[in-house]
């Protein structure tokens, strides 16, 4: 009752500083803030706080700091490890980024655009289109998620291997910082060696050592021929090699290529039971292959040259062009569908791991024996963007588990795999960051030095362990 | 008198601390590791040590620390800035990894490899080529230059609007830190997100937050073909129109795009009288370009049908297309024959400059007027990877001046280039870092909030400010 009376004392003492329309006062209204995107968790916050410029994201803070309150920056909340979902609701607020949507400027001629980080990266990316521009960023979530989230995260997405993550793709950035100062780095150079580049410490940071205000993105021509085919392949190794061919081939214009099981089409169909399937759904394994291209270069030309060689040297067994752009969508639909499917089995380890390619196959190959032998009634399911070595390896438990049942299976099947990633030097987190729900993978993974440089920067530029605290390394995020 | 006893007496405890091997204790030993690459500038140090391996690193920078001795750490020292050469003689010791030039590992299908720091650049890549593998990184100084001080100022050159600077073809680092503990980042994961990406903080650093000892680098297949041009154009701006052409119509595999003014040829001519011109040299600007490719893709084709799009739109008035390598090697040589053939004209003004790319005609013609203009007795040169936004404006004083004339005309050219870049928000050092060069213009761009950052960083990881103190912000990072 008393902390109630606190949490309630606090968000009239947010409005008297910020105003009735920055505080979201009514804890009601703030659900779609406090519950994680997959639906999983749901947390509280004493208020939640949407700032319309830097200005007021710089008054949120000063705000805060007199209130003795902490921050949860937030953009799309589409976040897959509860990197923004508060952990303690009496003594944080949500900041949403979500009214800071303006697009600042575009300049054709530089490749190159100023927006602010609550812009909706689909919104952003159609806009820049109508210009014959291309921000390469391209996830499932594109429809909610928003810049300052992307770059805070780091995000990855299907286009990695041809343009890389959001971090080779920021210029620059403009950060409010613990002490609400504003650090104007929104810089458009493509070549800018004055000495140590600050815009990196805050790229992947996860909101804990300031809070992305806007972001300046590097752009690039906007493809004007995109071919699409799905391909049936002997196994994961020989679709490694095909990468590695095409590589060569296509000189890198390979924008996408994805690895799906034959298990892909049970769990798209599950999804969208009209789904049309152009393939036979037998072969071993598939893939999902992606070029574009634009001006003298022909990318169905290449597509076609690829799979002729492809298939002359027995790395391809079967495959289809997509004819139409109806078509091509239909291919990538599958592959969307493959995740809904999972998601409508219920509860599942989802993980997002990437090992060295060369030794990707045998990864795969050897926990998928470890798992079919020790959790033979769970399904193992192994899909995603193998050309950068990432790969989700998610176990399915059995339709008949209870929660129960299946949260025992979930710990287990990723005590497996986990014991192996650390075995190949890989990745927990290929792409989704730490947050909170790979806070242990990550005290497990970290080595002292690794930690005391953490805590020297964090201590360094957030002294007072105000943002985000309890996200990536609670032990040290955490007052 | 007394100082040098000192000094003998600290060459002295190092050898006991260090053994004979790693400390070269002999003045007139020092001096290839205390004069810097043009020649402008020779210094001295305590002693030049030169471990072989990572332990001995830690070693080194553990007797430092026992001495109270601060260390310049040296890769090549073919820096153009001073960064890596000492400036207190009485208490620096120059750290050379050149003994430490290892390839540690490729690995051609995951298209990694790691290497030490002492790596001679040009080396690597020719072991590189030999497995069908590319390092893009391409420089002037290549055949001196080490990986390490690569990274450490993270270097750019002809290839970066393809294969972007040294940051970006950087996968892990091992770095030993100002304790003398040892940060092992080397991962060659193509996609890790856990958290904050720490090696950015080294990449840039010039060694003041760490000695990087190894690298593990990312690889591109090798280009199977190699184009190159020699374009006759109108001005810069139609240059840029040309670049932002090409970029479309050749995917980006455009690998090199240098622009050059008339006087290109007079000052190559100068350094190598012989050379051949295969074109007129009369048109008022000049590009040199090259696409490279591999696989299906075909190189010819694509530089013929760009310039025959280029010539139908006036945005090339005349071409020349090497028809063999040793053509193309001329080509390069006029490029190359212009810097030596400015080192024969004595001290003069050397910038590196970006600005946005669509203001960079305007840029270099407002800041040409004046320089004609204010010192019409001075030649000024525009040149460089203008695809970059990246030009290297220098300004040559008459063949008569006496060395404090020349000093004279320098400091008023420089005062009037970095005005004018700071007023279209560009940088004044675009690739070659900060040094002990371009402390002073470091010093008046950055703002308090920038400073703040440095400083808390600095202090954080180096906090004894033992670590190159003297570069890039001598208030910070001097003791």
Same sequence: chains 1, 2.
Avoid at 203 to 231: C, F, N, Q
Avoid at 423 to 431: D, K, P, Q, R, V
Wanted: proline share 5%; with cysteine; charged share 25%.
């Amino acid at each position: 009752m008393e902390a109630e009376a606190l949490v309630t004392s606090l968000r009239n003492q947010l409005v008297d500083l910020l105003g009735r329309d920055t505080v979201v006062t009514e804890p009601h209204d703030h659900e779609p803030y406090c519950r994680d995107w997959h639906g999983d968790m749901t947390s509280a916050a004493v208020a939640v706080l949407r700032p319309r410029d830097t200005g007021e994201v710089a008054a949120v803070v000063r705000a805060c700091r007199t209130l003795d309150l902490d921050i949860v920056a937030q953009g799309g909340n589409t976040g897959l490890v509860l990197g923004a979902l508060p952990d303690r609701p009496e003594r944080q607020v949500v900041l949403s980024l979500e009214r800071m949507r303006h697009i600042r400027s575009i300049d054709e001629d530089d490749f190159s655009a100023i927006v602010e980080a609550g812009c909706v990266l689909e919104e952003l990316k159609l806009r820049l289109e109508e210009r014959g521009l291309f921000f390469p960023l391209t996830l499932g979530a594109q429809g909610s998620c928003r810049i300052g989230g992307n770059v805070s995260t780091n995000a990855g997405g299907v286009n990695v291997l041809r343009y890389g993550m959001t971090r080779e793709l920021v210029l620059g950035l403009e950060v409010v910082l613990a002490d609400g100062s504003v650090w104007d780095g929104l810089s458009t150079l493509r070549k800018d060696n004055r000495g140590i580049d600050l815009k990196q410490l805050f790229i992947g940071a996860e909101g804990t050592l300031g809070i992305i205000t806007a972001v300046a993105i590097k752009l690039s021509p906007l493809p004007e021929r995109i071919e699409t085919a799905l391909l049936g392949v002997g196994d994961l190794h020989t679709a490694i090699a095909l990468y590695r061919h095409a590589r060569r081939a296509c000189c890198d214009l390979i924008s996408a290529f994805e690895f799906m099981p034959p298990s892909a089409f049970t769990l798209a169909r599950e999804a969208q039971p009209d789904l049309p399937l152009p393939i036979a759904t037998d072969y071993p394994a598939y893939v999902l292959i992606e070029i574009s291209s634009s001006g003298l270069i022909d990318a169905k030309q290449l597509m076609e040259g690829l799979l002729e060689q492809a298939m002359e040297e027995s790395l391809v067994l079967d495959g289809v062009i997509a004819t139409s752009q109806a078509q091509a969508r239909q291919l990538w639909a599958i592959r969307e569908g493959m995740n809904e499917g999972q998601a409508l089995r219920g509860p599942h380890l989802r993980t997002d791991i990437s090992v060295p390619l060369s030794r990707l196959a045998e990864f795969v190959a050897e926990i998928g024996a470890e798992l079919d032998d020790a959790l033979p009634q769970c399904l193992a399911v192994a899909y995603g963007h193998v050309g950068d070595g990432n790969v989700h390896l998610n176990v399915l438990p059995p339709a008949g588990a209870t929660l129960a049942e299946r949260h025992a299976l979930i710990g287990q099947a990723k005590k497996m795999i986990n014991f192996r990633v650390d075995h190949y030097h890989g990745s927990f987190s290929a792409e989704h960051g730490i947050g909170r729900l790979k806070r242990d993978e990550f005290e497990h993974w970290i080595s002292p030095v690794h930690r005391r440089l953490l805590e020297a920067l964090k201590r360094a530029i957030d002294p007072e362990y105000r943002l985000n605290p309890g996200c990536q390394l609670p032990s040290i995020t955490a007052r």
